[in-house]
Nanobody, 127 residues
Framework: QVQLVESGGGLAQAGGSLRLSCAGS????????MGWFRQAPGKEREFVAA????????SYANSVKGRFTISRDNAKNTVYLQMNSLKPEDTAVYYC????????????????????WGQGTQVTVSS
């Protein structure tokens, strides 16, 4: 069992930056691929970014590519999402999630394939 806790959300102006953190518990955290998702009011949860267990492979949604960077520090059991050049449309609750499937090839963007979820952190970008 892995517990995930997000932090770092808040209010930012358009063009600004925020860094989200996701702290995981458990000895197996470093073996899981991790993802970030977001959900805006009235919209479905959408994929933002993912990173392999080693950090050697990453994947991004087109809407954030070039602006957001996902990274991880397995020694600290933490995954990060650096968000730059924020836009009002980035406003959402951001969730981190863990994919425990050791047999999956590549990174998945499907939320249903992630096994553990954090409680979310609100990001609000004003124009």
């Amino acid at each position: 069992q892995v517990q995930l806790v997000e932090s770092g959300g808040g209010l930012a102006q358009a063009g600004g930056s925020l860094r989200l953190s996701c702290a995981g518990s458990g000895r197996t955290f470093s073996s899981y691929a991790m993802g970030w998702f977001r959900q805006a009011p009235g919209k479905e949860r959408e994929f933002v970014a993912a990173i392999s267990w080693s950090g050697g492979s990453t994947s991004y949604a087109n809407s954030v590519k070039g602006r957001f960077t996902i990274s991880r520090d397995n020694a600290k059991n933490t995954v990060y999402l650096q968000m730059n050049s924020l836009k009002p449309e980035d406003t959402a609750v951001y969730y981190c999630a863990a994919d425990r499937n050791p047999l999956r090839v590549g990174l998945t963007r499907e939320s249903r394939q992630y096994d553990y979820w954090g409680q979310g952190t609100q990001v609000t970008v004003s124009s």
